[in-house]
């Protein structure tokens, strides 16, 4: 007992969690020179565009005006994008003096898993992260997890119910022999029986039994497309649903499946179960519900009256827990007795479970996490992505900051006393209802802002700004693992979303350097806008993967010949990027091949998914259309799984994202061989060549990124093959190009 005492008194003053830099001042510095150098050429290449533009009636001027705005554009954002790299941090919790110093005093956490069609997000995979939740290596009697039905679906219901038994199984299993992760499907997946532990083989035997047999109960009430009469008369959750409600149109239904207060509520080893709820908000058609951010302000709402945890943790349906102290990582933050009062979230990276080996979509995004985020992180922002991140309730609920008001999370009072559970799931549903929101500040200052399809960033953006600090934890081991596109236009579909919306929100008054002004710092500022700037920056690649090869048809030119002096800050531009970029993306754990595939990738986004977000944009911001949400399917059939493992790139629609790549690979390569053939037959060969080699460089370089667009065009004869009508569609544009005139 003296000896915990002692513990205990040693780390009493010791901070529960470090920041530090995350590179030594000598390799900052000399980052900060190479930054210089690149800005000095990026200056005399506007110089240079501004000194040569071509007279009035010249062949080429808007083109050549067209090239020097895309340089500006990438000129700006470039210098953005450096507030991101200068002060990168690394937050390191100290979880072992959080349990000498607060065990017996920890607080209570409600976890939040949102679900919204239980199609495209099947029953299956979303118990699998109910039950990740459920297990965290916390005390169960300090739990509540809340899963949000947006489709209304009793088929999500039944599974679950399904969940609230086979927990008792489940927790004390993971528990007993302190299983990483915790999620049902991916744990046995992953874990062969051990023959050497005939304990832990015996048991993992009889748990997967019963861990099967429910997903094939829950599966065969899918496919049948109905719950049987003699469930539904088990429990009286069922009554909700009836031949009137429809996905869109039904009222609130809220059921607490297990109820942590009562003494009845315990797993096969007589410990408590983690209280389970499910919740499907009010739906009328005539009222907007606000997609993911009306489901978000519900939960907190109903949580509120069940639960009330000053601590809560969002989750997507997909995004499993994928390590067991998460929570009192994170409450290292929140706890601290210096900092931990001025913490609003600790936001952790997306990461994903079913990734190639060389990341054939860019899903993974490694420099973005390991240096942007936590670089934003180190200028007193982090940006609030939406899963993945542990919340104080006071924060989210619209109170400023204050020094004079701290909330102790470790003494919070709950209201709900000894409340039966049928007058806590009527109180419930009453703040789950459409019209409770009326005339009140939800979705305004309190909760998650309304309005805007990525609610995650704006909502991050204005609790900063009424004075908390976030934080950004980016662990070696995973927190969390989701499910990452698997197909091309999934991936562009998911990207044209988020970046709508988070051009919306740079033209809103929740613009950065507008809203946050004064209230955030300024490199805080630009880091948010190197996210919500990704649409009209597609405009310059856009301009760059068109305009050189088209003038290069032509016989135009429009970069300095090789031999000027000018030339040199183009080269000098170009090969430091690459090769910045290249040495950034493997000093973060990226293959060579993973680069290069993140290279087609970001021209891909570039030219389709954010060109047509800042078209969007504009329409939308003229009033001429509304803000959708679209769910990215997070199953697909076993050929496309196929070739996703097999790293073959998936077209197989006629998407117009599709008919736009096509179209400048094809473009790219008909100019690139018939530039060669300019320089090859020109009278004055060595002449033609220094004048052409930069387009034909540049085409020949979009020409390697594109080779798995050729072979989907001319090549494959799977599914996923680009079809017949894209190629016609591609060459009909590139042949009209060709024969209009440059001016």
Request: glycine share 6%; hydrophobic share 40%; with cysteine.
């Amino acid at each position: 007992m003296s000896t915990e005492n002692g513990a205990r008194e040693e780390n009493s003053g010791r901070s529960l969690f470090e920041t530090k830099a995350a590179e030594g001042g000598s390799v900052a510095a000399a980052y900060k020179v190479f930054a210089f150098t690149v800005l000095v050429s990026i200056v005399l290449i506007w110089l240079y565009r501004l000194t040569y533009i071509p007279g009035v009636g010249e062949p080429g001027r808007w083109v050549w005006i067209g090239m020097f705005v895309s340089e500006l554009l990438f000129g700006f954002y470039w210098i953005i994008t450096q507030s991101v790299r200068w002060n990168v941090v690394q937050r390191i919790p100290f979880k072992d003096r959080l349990s000498l110093r607060y065990e017996d005093k920890l607080p209570d956490v409600d976890i939040f898993v949102c679900t919204a069609d239980h199609v495209v997000e099947p029953p299956i995979m979303v118990i699998d992260t109910v039950l990740s939740a459920m297990s965290y290596n916390y005390p169960p009697e300090k739990l509540s997890i809340y899963l949000s039905d947006d489709g209304g679906s009793e088929f999500t219901f039944y599974a679950l119910l399904e969940v609230s038994d086979f927990a008792k199984y489940w927790l004390p299993f993971c528990k007993k022999f302190k299983l990483e992760p915790r999620a049902p499907a991916v744990y046995f997946k992953r874990n062969i029986l051990d023959s050497h532990d005939l304990v832990l083989a015996q048991e993992s035997s009889k748990v997967k039994k019963l861990y099967e047999d429910m997903k094939s109960r829950i599966e065969t009430v899918v496919e049948k497309g109905g719950i049987p009469k003699e469930i539904k008369e088990k429990h009286k959750g069922f009554s909700g649903w009836n031949s009137l409600i429809a996905r869109n149109d039904h009222q609130s239904i809220v059921q607490i499946l297990i109820d942590r207060r009562n003494p009845n509520s315990v797993d096969i080893d007589g410990h408590q179960l983690p209280t389970l709820v499910y919740l499907s908000r009010e739906k009328r058609p005539q009222r907007p519900h606000h997609f993911k951010a009306g489901s978000m302000n519900a939960l907190i709402r109903v949580s509120s009256k069940i639960s009330n945890a000053p601590i809560i943790l969002n989750l997507d349906c997909d995004m499993y827990s994928n390590d067991s102290d998460a929570i009192r990582d994170s409450l290292c933050f929140f706890m601290d007795e210096k900092q931990g009062h001025r913490t609003s979230y600790v936001q952790y990276p997306q990461r994903y479970h079913n990734i190639t080996k060389h990341d054939i979509y860019s899903s993974v995004a490694r420099v973005v996490h390991q240096i942007e985020l936590a670089g934003i992180d180190g200028n007193g922002g982090a940006l609030y992505c939406g899963t993945g991140c542990f919340h104080r309730r006071a924060s989210l609920c619209g109170m400023k900051f204050s020094e004079d008001n701290r909330s102790e999370l470790k003494s919070v009072k709950h209201e709900i006393g000894g409340r039966p559970i049928e007058e806590l799931e009527e109180a419930s549903k009453q703040v789950a209802n459409c019209s409770y929101e009326d005339g009140t500040q939800w979705g305004k200052e309190m909760g998650l802002v309304y309005g805007c399809p990525v609610e995650d960033i704006v909502t991050g953006l204005t609790i900063q700004c009424r004075g908390w600090r976030p934080i950004y934890h980016n662990p070696s081991r995973y927190a969390f693992l989701g499910i990452a596109a698997t197909t091309l236009d999934q991936s562009l579909v998911q990207n044209k979303r988020w970046s709508e919306g988070m051009f919306q929100i740079f033209l809103s008054k929740y613009c950065p350097f507008i809203y946050g002004h004064g209230k955030i710092k300024l490199g805080a500022q630009m880091g948010y806008c190197v996210y919500l700037l990704w649409a009209p920056i597609s405009l310059g690649t856009l301009c760059y993967a068109v305009a050189p090869s088209l003038c290069l048809l032509h016989g135009i030119r429009i970069f300095p010949e090789v031999s000027s002096l000018w030339f040199l800050p183009f080269a000098y531009v170009f090969v430091a990027k690459y090769a910045y970029g290249l040495a950034e993306a493997l000093s973060c754990g990226d293959t060579l091949k993973a680069w290069w595939n993140s290279q087609r990738i970001w021209l891909f986004r570039r030219t389709t998914a954010y060109f047509l977000a800042f078209i969007d944009t504009v329409i939308r911001q003229l009033g001429f259309s509304q803000t959708t949400f679209v769910l990215t399917p997070k199953v697909v059939d076993d050929d496309v799984m196929k070739r996703h493992e097999n790293e073959i790139l998936e077209f197989g629609s006629s998407s117009i994202m599709f008919t736009i790549i096509a179209t400048i690979a094809l473009l790219n390569l008909f100019s690139f061989l018939l530039g060669i053939r300019r320089v090859v037959l020109a009278t004055e060969s060595s002449r033609a060549f220094q004048q052409f080699i930069p387009p034909i460089i540049l085409s020949g370089l979009l020409i390697m990124i594109n080779i798995p667009v050729y072979q989907a065009l001319f090549f494959r004869t799977d599914k996923g093959r680009m079809p017949s009508s894209v190629l016609w569609k591609s060459v009909l544009i590139v042949s009209l190009a060709s024969l209009m005139p440059i001016y």
